[in-house]
């Protein structure tokens, strides 16, 4: 496996989100010989369905080197970028990637760990500061741990104990999100897609679409397709009330929509997407939705508390980022901890070369909102919650 020359004066690690990033530093700090525990405050292995990922070399290589996982076997290649025009016609870039699921990720890691290690439907509910670690509370219990990594992700109920400015502001616009099964697509729809990173830039808008492995990894591919749409504060409440009139605030889940604005986003389709990316929306049964946030912290460490992934910084999806981050954030802190004398020191390099990272995501995707001119309506809700 990976050699790493020692420890730092810690033993056992508490993870507060059981998602990609505290999955990530669960089997990374476990590999380390740390006794590890994950506390996941849902129930259950999530649904997938639309989470479609860029492959990214960081997230290839923790799952070859840590999960004992072949990448290209839970993967889509392709071997093209298409762009189209409005009126359907398209031309084509050779450009190798390969694309995977939300999924596939998450099995991998939730198989390398010791399910004893993880209890989901476990709600921590506060955290302390000691001077030895950390006191973590759960559902009436305390536990300390010598480290308390936070990764509850963007929606991070904790972040505010280490960086009380990071709470995500709304960008302006939506992603709507899309699967279907590559049966359920007509054959010729399904060819002209194959093989192929598919983008359409219009009029301060973006679609995209590519294939992506089935359910959690399975051999069954799907189509993944996101359309960036603007939507002021008013629009994305409309947006993410579901059919029983129920506010799910930054995002709508599958299965949820409310039939006039399904029905809007048809009408828009036709209105305004080339005809084999309307196709798509047409043909999906349950589109969903979230806001795109940015989040942005000053600090990722207060004494033996961390923020990992989303919990710290948010980057805007157009950086297909977000997964390669959190493994990123994971690799970082496995080789500090096994490399320098003690854990402050350990902290204090893991912290200053993370948010040299995060801050550089985070401009990136912000540049590339405006460069599609994807720019925020006024009167923005100054923060989501």
């Known amino acids: 496996m990976l050699a790493v020359t020692g420890v730092a004066d810690i033993k056992t690690v508490g993870i507060v989100g059981g998602s990609l990033g505290g999955l990530f530093q669960a089997v990374a700090l476990t590999e380390l010989g740390l006794d590890v525990t994950v506390w996941e405050r849902s129930a259950g292995r999530p649904d997938d369905r639309g989470a479609g990922i860029v492959l990214q070399p960081g997230v290839a290589w923790f799952l070859s080197m840590f999960c004992g996982v072949d990448p290209d076997r839970i993967s889509v290649p392709v071997t093209h970028r298409q762009f189209f025009t409005r009126d359907g016609h398209s031309h084509h870039t050779l450009m190798r990637q390969r694309m995977i699921s939300w999924g596939a990720i998450y099995t991998s890691l939730r198989d390398r760990l010791d399910v004893a290690r993880y209890h989901d439907g476990q709600h921590v509910t506060a955290l302390t500061s000691r001077p030895d670690g950390v006191a973590v509370e759960v559902g009436g219990a305390v536990h300390s741990v010598d480290l308390a990594i936070i990764a ?17 502001r709304y960008a302006g616009y939506v992603a709507y999100r899309g699967v279907i099964d590559e049966a359920e697509l007509p054959e010729e729809l399904s060819t002209s897609l194959r093989d192929r990173f598919s983008f359409y830039d ?36 409309r947006i993410t009330t579901d059919r029983d009139g129920v506010a799910h605030g930054p995002s709508l889940p599958p299965g949820l929509i409310a039939p006039q604005v399904h029905a809007e986003l048809l009408a828009r389709a036709r209105r305004s997407l080339p005809q084999p990316l309307r196709r798509l929306v047409e043909h999906t049964c349950e589109p969903f939705a979230q806001a795109i946030l940015d989040g942005r912290v000053s600090r990722m460490r207060k004494d033996r508390m961390l923020l990992t992934g989303d919990a710290a910084f948010v980057v805007r999806p157009h950086t297909a980022a977000s997964a390669e981050k959190a493994a990123a954030d994971a690799i970082a802190l496995f080789t500090a901890l096994g490399q320098f004398p003690s854990v402050d020191a350990a902290l204090l390099a893991w912290e200053k070369d993370r948010l040299a990272e995060g801050a550089a995501l985070y401009r990136h995707g912000v540049s590339l909102g405006h460069r599609l001119g994807l720019s925020a309506p006024a009167a923005m809700p100054d923060r989501i919650s």
């Open 152 to 168: 509850d992700g963007s929606a991070s109920r904790h972040r505010g104990l280490v960086a009380p400015d990071g709470v995500p």
């Open 202 to 237: 219009g009029d301060q808008t973006q679609f995209l679409c590519y294939f992506i492995p089935g359910d959690f990894g399975s051999t069954r591919r799907r189509m993944n397709w996101v359309w960036y749409v603007q939507a002021d504060a008013a629009g994305l409440d």
